[in-house]
């Protein structure tokens, strides 16, 4: 059977650029997989998406004009059920068939009955099998289908309502913004729900599928394109339309015209994947044309001008060779005039209004202190139930204070107090107040204005990190303590009131707030114990604070909280390619340093390829599952004079004269993988102590100090990690 290859566009009003990739992908992925579903696709199909400001499209090669759809076989019953002795239907097969809606076959001529009923052993023995082959379906069925699914599934972001376009007024359709057109080709015709019914094309949205399209506003050769066929759609909206219809032709045309323009001035356009793929869906042919503002703007700082000029002007900023802001920008135009000067000199003209409006907010928060802002804080409400922003400053900082005195002493314990006092001072400042992007960052010009020490400044920019994946961390001890701090705060304070995540819902991004203590503790190689951070610094130090104004909401948080954070230490190190064993073996022990727990991972690793790992580890869950179930305390002290068996003196000597020495001199030295290494000589040992010690003995006393060996023998064992985890 012949195929001829697809086209489906959607012509529209502007749609919202921030959604217009997913949208584009998957107005292809709906269409493509239906097609699937039906068989209209021969081997080799490839879908090829389009996506500009006013259209979505789809390009699928290899179309079948009919689907094979998949016969239908169902077992009925056996045949000494289904039929009496004169081979008539019985009452069970009538209910049968009655159940299926099959009860036409009962009056059926028997050439029906026998194409429809099988009579096939099933293994077991002879059974009736109702089947039925489907005719085949034209092609267009599928992608009326397809078009019903695009108008109900699409990723929209936000629905519009308007007036139904083959309606009479009063009928109104939803979609995400008007659509105007309809084309769907297949080869060179217009796809047709039914070929036996030509007049009847497909339709979307009120709009019958035609072949007319339109390309750029201004730019096209005529008002109206026809597409010719198929295959032509994406050069003719090219060549006539003046439209890049492809996403991402048009990002990587938008990428190389950047580079292209800033290259001669040797200059580098800011790196932003955001603002790229949002720019590329505002324009239909792009046109990048160099700006430039007053140099006198650039004493403001940079941050507040690339944010500007990338939020409000959609605008590329230029940096120099060291990465040092210009006052040169490039903007992506969607019109290609013979003289751009005059859009030049409008966007330049345009953005000077937001560049002073960025200078007069830097100069007027410059006169006042960050310090003189703390007590307005108390009238900035941080949570109906947990107060305002300035108690919750109070908090931080003595959670703040503590974590400096654990970490360096009562030097950096003042300083950490101090930036945790600034830390959101900057939040009541003109320039935040714009630009909300930017707390921490002013905060941290505001603090050197104000003669502050550095370490005490970038704290102040640096206690929101790390903010995403990715992302740095804080620079300083001063930093590292307020960071700490301030997600503690967050974490203890929330889960308190009982604004815990569920599924995917995060509103207050409480796991990138765990995330980011254990990215610290670890990548910092911190010598904190996590549960003491969680209980003693930052539990006790938050209901410290928070007794004089009477928050009585913790609930919980002293078990929830900390098997939240090993959760989530549990999700990182699987992204990081560790086994579900691995990570189990080590996190069970609940290890005092997080630092550590890469080098415990990695020992775990270099064990699990030991020749005597498995017996080992298996030997190890035996033990602990004897351990569990002894009564009362098992005992720790081995009595020498109570060993009688020589494979019980024998593991006695090697454990306590060799293995343990070695293994716990290395655990101590952090060689973690020479501790683990060092246990391999215990497999034959112990394999001998179970097949002829019985650890259950008669004799109490006996009893006792078998146990207490193996007790020995399991503290030796899992002091790196659980090694019974790794057994089968």
């Known amino acids: 059977m012949s195929t001829q290859n697809l086209l489906v566009e959607l012509f529209t009003e502007e749609l919202p650029p921030r959604?217009?990739?997913?949208?584009?992908?998957?107005?292809?992925?709906?269409?493509?997989?239906?097609?699937?579903?039906?068989?209209?696709?021969?081997?080799?199909?490839?879908?090829?998406?389009?996506?500009?400001?006013?259209?979505?499209?789809?390009?699928?090669?290899?179309?079948?004009?009919?689907?094979?759809?998949?016969?239908?076989?169902?077992?009925?019953?056996?045949?000494?059920?289904?039929?009496?002795?004169?081979?008539?239907?019985?009452?069970?097969?009538?209910?049968?068939?009655?159940?299926?809606?099959?009860?036409?076959?009962?009056?059926?001529?028997?050439?029906?009955?026998?194409?429809?009923?099988?009579?096939?052993?099933?293994?077991?023995?002879?059974?009736?099998?109702?089947?039925?082959?489907?005719?085949?379906?034209?092609?267009?069925?599928?992608?009326?289908?397809?078009?019903?699914?695009?108008?109900?599934?699409?990723?929209?972001?936000?629905?519009?309502?308007?007036?139904?376009?083959?309606?009479?007024?009063?009928?109104?359709?939803?979609?995400?913004?008007?659509?105007?057109?309809?084309?769907?080709?297949?080869?060179?015709?217009?796809?047709?729900?039914?070929?036996?019914h030509p007049d009847r094309p497909v339709e979307m949205l009120g709009l019958q599928a035609g072949r007319i399209t339109q390309g750029h506003r201004f730019e096209a050769e005529s008002a109206m394109l026809e597409i010719r066929n198929a295959d032509s759609y994406e050069a003719q909206m090219e060549s006539e339309g003046s439209v890049i219809a492809s996403f991402e032709k048009r990002r990587a045309e938008i990428v190389r015209q950047l580079q292209a323009a800033a290259a001669p001035l040797g200059l580098k356009p800011v790196d932003d994947d955001a603002l790229l793929d949002e720019v590329t869906a505002l324009v239909e042919k792009p046109n990048v044309l160099l700006g430039q503002f007053e140099a006198a703007f650039l004493e403001v700082p940079p941050e507040c001008l690339i944010l500007t000029m990338k939020a409000n002007q959609k605008y590329f900023p230029l940096l120099d060779a060291a990465g040092k802001l210009t006052n040169q920008f490039l903007v992506v135009s969607n019109i290609a005039p013979?003289?751009?000067?005059?859009?030049?000199?409008?966007?330049?003209?345009?953005?000077?209004?937001?560049?002073?409006?960025?200078?007069?907010?830097?100069?007027?928060?410059?006169?006042?202190?960050?310090?003189?802002?703390?007590?307005?804080?108390?009238?900035?409400?941080?949570?109906?139930?947990?107060?305002?922003?300035?108690?919750?400053?109070?908090?931080?900082?003595?959670?703040?204070?503590?974590?400096?005195?654990?970490?360096?002493?009562?030097?950096?314990?003042?300083?950490?107090?101090?930036?945790?006092?600034?830390?959101?001072?900057?939040?009541?400042?003109?320039?935040?107040?714009?630009?909300?992007?930017?707390?921490?960052?002013?905060?941290?010009?505001?603090?050197?204005?104000?003669?502050?020490?550095?370490?005490?400044?970038?704290?102040?920019?640096?206690?929101?990190?790390?903010?995403?994946?990715?992302?740095?961390?804080?620079?300083?001890?001063?930093?590292?303590?307020?960071?700490?701090?301030?997600?503690?705060?967050?974490?203890?304070?929330?889960?308190?009131?009982?604004?815990?995540?569920?599924?995917?819902?995060?509103?207050?991004?409480?796991?990138?707030?765990?995330?980011?203590?254990?990215?610290?503790?670890?990548?910092?190689?911190?010598?904190?114990?996590?549960?003491?951070?969680?209980?003693?610094?930052?539990?006790?130090?938050?209901?410290?604070?928070?007794a004089s104004q009477k928050v009585n909401t913790l609930v919980g948080v002293e078990e929830s909280l900390p098997s939240f954070i090993w959760d989530r230490l549990a999700g990182l190190l699987r992204e990081q390619g560790y086994s579900a064993l691995e990570i189990d073996a080590v996190i069970s022990l609940r290890p005092s340093r997080l630092a550590d727990i890469p080098k415990r991972l990695a020992a775990v690793r270099a064990f699990a390829i030991l020749p005597e790992a498995p017996a080992l580890a298996a030997a190890n869950k035996r033990v602990s599952n004897i351990l569990k179930k002894a009564d009362g305390d098992v005992p720790v002290e081995v009595d020498v004079d109570q060993l009688q068996e020589n494979e019980e003196i024998a593991l006695f000597m090697l454990l306590f004269s060799v293995i343990k020495p070695d293994a716990d001199a290395a655990f101590d030295a952090g060689d973690y993988t020479a501790s683990l290494r060092a246990l391999a000589a215990l497999k034959t040992p112990v394999d001998a102590f179970f097949d002829s010690v019985m650890v259950n003995a008669d004799d109490p006393a006996l009893k006792a100090n078998r146990l207490a060996l193996l007790n020995q023998l399991h503290q030796t064992m899992n002091r790196v990690a659980d090694l019974s985890r790794l057994a089968a």
């Open 19 to 196: 959604a217009l990739k997913k949208l584009g992908e998957a107005f292809g992925r709906l269409l493509f997989a239906e097609l699937q579903n039906s068989c209209c696709l021969g081997d080799g199909a490839k879908l090829t998406t389009f996506a500009s400001p006013r259209r979505l499209a789809a390009h699928v090669t290899n179309v079948l004009p009919e689907g094979t759809q998949k016969p239908t076989k169902v077992k009925l019953m056996p045949v000494s059920i289904a039929l009496d002795e004169s081979g008539k239907p019985s009452p069970a097969l009538v209910k049968k068939l009655q159940g299926l809606s099959l009860e036409y076959l009962l009056s059926a001529t028997q050439t029906v009955w026998d194409m429809r009923i099988l009579k096939e052993n099933d293994g077991k023995a002879d059974s009736l099998f109702y089947t039925h082959q489907p005719a085949p379906q034209p092609f267009g069925h599928s992608v009326q289908t397809a078009l019903n699914r695009i108008e109900d599934n699409l990723p929209i972001p936000k629905v519009m309502t308007y007036p139904n376009p083959s309606g009479d007024g009063w009928d109104t359709v939803n979609f995400v913004r008007p659509a105007h057109r309809l084309a769907a080709l297949y080869g060179a015709e217009v796809v047709k729900v039914d070929p036996r």
């Open 338 to 546: 013979t003289d751009p000067s005059a859009v030049i000199q409008g966007n330049e003209r345009v953005v000077r209004p937001r560049l002073a409006d960025a200078k007069f907010f830097f100069d007027q928060d410059r006169k006042r202190t960050l310090e003189s802002r703390v007590f307005g804080l108390a009238k900035v409400v941080y949570h109906n139930k947990l107060g305002t922003q300035g108690e919750r400053v109070r908090r931080v900082q003595t959670i703040a204070r503590a974590i400096g005195y654990v970490i360096g002493g009562e030097l950096l314990a003042q300083k950490a107090d101090m930036a945790a006092l600034l830390a959101k001072a900057d939040l009541l400042t003109d320039m935040v107040g714009e630009f909300p992007e930017l707390q921490g960052t002013m905060g941290r010009y505001y603090a050197q204005h104000d003669g502050l020490a550095d370490d005490i400044a970038f704290a102040i920019e640096d206690h929101y990190k790390p903010r995403f994946a990715g992302d740095e961390l804080p620079r300083s001890d001063v930093g590292v303590c307020v960071a700490l701090a301030d997600k503690l705060e967050t974490l203890v304070g929330l889960f308190g009131i009982g604004e815990r995540p569920t599924g995917d819902k995060d509103p207050f991004a409480l796991r990138r707030h765990a995330l980011g203590i254990i990215r610290i503790l670890i990548e910092k190689n911190l010598s904190v114990d996590l549960s003491y951070l969680l209980t003693q610094v930052g539990l006790a130090n938050w209901l410290g604070a928070a």
